[in-house]
């Protein structure tokens, strides 16, 4: 404002000197006539104010005039002061209520996640209980009574999941998490491969994954091994099947060995996971270890149950990724292998007594390549089972055991741009997500007794997977099963609909 001020007199001013110039004149110091030179130069005539230069002044100052009037009236007010902090106490008082009263709070870090599972099967033989043993091992085998049914609707999976930190270390990284999640399973997936109303049959909320897991070895570095602890209810590290999640299985059914082997069933007890020799390439965001390991000792009974002897389990993996840049064809391929070692109750089954802990005993090799489009995975898994000891006549005690075997194997072949690491960094309109095709083959072979022969069940399994949003997929799949037996093979088969979404 005083510079408007201070330009407005200075302008006034001079335009008055240059009107009248003899004011400026008079008020100068006289100065002493200069003596005449030879040479003389024509003095210039005085200058005059036209018109024209007194309109420009005028509408010089009228500007002038208005840039200070509009100065003023930018000044900030009291009344303004008051009014911005009446909006921000309105605007502290609206989000504290929204917080209150619309937000979930939680004390520590917390991420919610959950996964449904819809479905529709047909099969192709008419259901009746008791269920025909050509399907018994199918998703068809939910309900304990069924009575002339080839189709039905139901949700086999539905999990909700808790996890986040409990402890931060902003300096290494040694974080300290947790994960809680609980499920509720009509028995299809859980019970494949069971008889109707097996032993796990559960379509209830039931507790799954109830687990801390610390990271020994700092985390911060990207290119940096890694070693953690986990303890409690979790995923057992035995090969591939029994280890993916729901999220991310191809094929809607488990293999069959899954649960005649226990390992759809969470273990309660202490695993450590380690990777090591890892290399990060970070124009690709891309890690990869050389080696992948754990070691632990679980009860070996089972989820939400305590252990049924004094004997522990131990489960031990071992992974090797070969070496490769990301743009190499050797990228992600891994070669593993699994040990389970455990030990369950036996009976006499003459008179029902306990004698003995019987062996319960796992072995697994395993093949897993991914390189987009293309992907490949086989598993071979063989199992060692005491079924019931006795005492013979000299009081020896003799066990009854089985071996059996499997053989998985499965080949996808994605298009499309949802995994494309290109497109995941772009930005995206709203909820707008490419999509991506999947179709797969699956060949599925259980022996439940290597000692006897033709009893082996092979389901092969022709699908479509298509992710159409970022954590939702359709699953299409075809099952055909072949059951073998001394009299003859017995064929069934069925289609499997399944709409899989997260959030």
């Known amino acids: 404002m005083k510079q408007v001020a201070a330009a407005l007199v200075l302008t006034v001013w001079g335009a ?59 000044r900030v007010t009291t009344a303004d002061v008051l009014g911005v902090q009446t909006d921000l106490e309105n605007f502290k008082y609206q989000y504290q209520h929204d917080r209150e009263t619309k937000s979930a709070l939680s004390n520590r870090y917390l991420v919610i996640t959950g996964l449904v599972q819809t479905r529709f099967t047909y099969a192709s ?28 609707f139901d949700v086999p999976l539905a999990v909700l999941s808790f996890n986040g930190l409990l402890y931060r270390d902003y300096e290494k990284a040694r974080n300290l998490g947790f994960n809680l999640s609980f499920a509720a399973t009509g028995g299809s997936s859980s019970n ?49 099947e029994a280890n993916t999640t729901e999220e991310l299985r191809p094929v809607i059914n488990n293999a069959v060995f899954v649960p005649q082997t226990g390992f759809n069933l969470r273990q309660i007890g202490l695993i450590a996971r380690g990777e090591f020799f890892s290399q990060y390439d970070f124009g690709y965001n ?25 004997n522990k389990d131990i489960i031990a993996r071992l992974a090797i990724t070969v070496p490769a840049e990301y743009n190499s064809i050797l990228r992600e391929l891994r070669v593993g292998g699994s040990y389970y070692r455990g030990r369950k109750l036996l009976t006499d089954p003459t008179t029902g007594n306990f004698i003995v802990g019987g062996r319960r005993d796992r072995y697994g090799a395993d093949i897993y390549y991914n390189h987009w489009p ?39 072949y994605s298009f499309g741009q949802q995994f494309l690491t290109s497109i995941r960094t772009e930005g995206k309109f709203n909820d707008w997500w490419p999509k991506t095709f999947q179709p797969f083959i699956r060949y599925d072979r259980w022996d439940p007794n290597r000692a006897v022969a033709k009893n082996e069940i092979e389901i092969w399994t022709g699908g479509l997977n298509v992710f159409f949003a970022e954590t939702t997929k359709v699953q299409l799949n075809y099952n055909h099963r072949d059951q073998h037996a001394a009299t003859g093979n017995t064929n069934s088969s069925e289609f499997l609909a399944q709409i899989q979404f997260g959030f």
Not at 288 to 309: F, K, M, P, T
Request: charged content about 15%.
């Open 16 to 74: 008055v000197t240059m009107t009248f110039p003899g004011t400026a004149a008079a008020q100068e110091t006289p100065t002493p006539p200069t003596p005449p030179s030879t040479a003389t130069t024509p003095s210039p005539p005085p200058e005059t104010a036209t018109p024209s230069d007194l309109g420009a002044l005028k509408k010089e100052v009228a500007e002038l005039r208005e840039q200070l009037k509009q100065s003023n009236a930018d």
């Open 125 to 152: 033989d008419e259901l009746n209980s008791p269920i025909p043993a050509n399907v018994a091992a199918t998703s068809a085998n939910n309900p304990p009574v069924v009575h002339n049914r080839h189709t039905t």
């Open 192 to 240: 494949y491969g069971l008889p109707a109303g097996g032993a796990n049959y559960n379509n209830f909320l039931t507790v799954w994954d109830a687990n801390v897991a610390y990271q020994i070895l700092p985390t911060i570095e990207n290119d940096g091994p890694r070693l953690s602890l986990t303890f409690g209810q979790q995923l057992v590290p035995f090969g591939l």
């Open 286 to 310: 891309y890690r990869q270890s050389l080696i992948q390991a754990a070691l632990g000792i679980v009860n070996g009974n089972g989820q939400n149950r305590d252990d049924e002897n004094n």
């Open 374 to 412: 293309i992907g490949l995975t086989y598993e071979y898994v063989r199992t060692r089972d005491d079924l019931s000891a006795s005492y013979d006549a000299s009081g020896s005690v003799v066990k009854t055991s089985a071996s059996a075997d499997s053989h998985t194997a499965t080949v996808f």
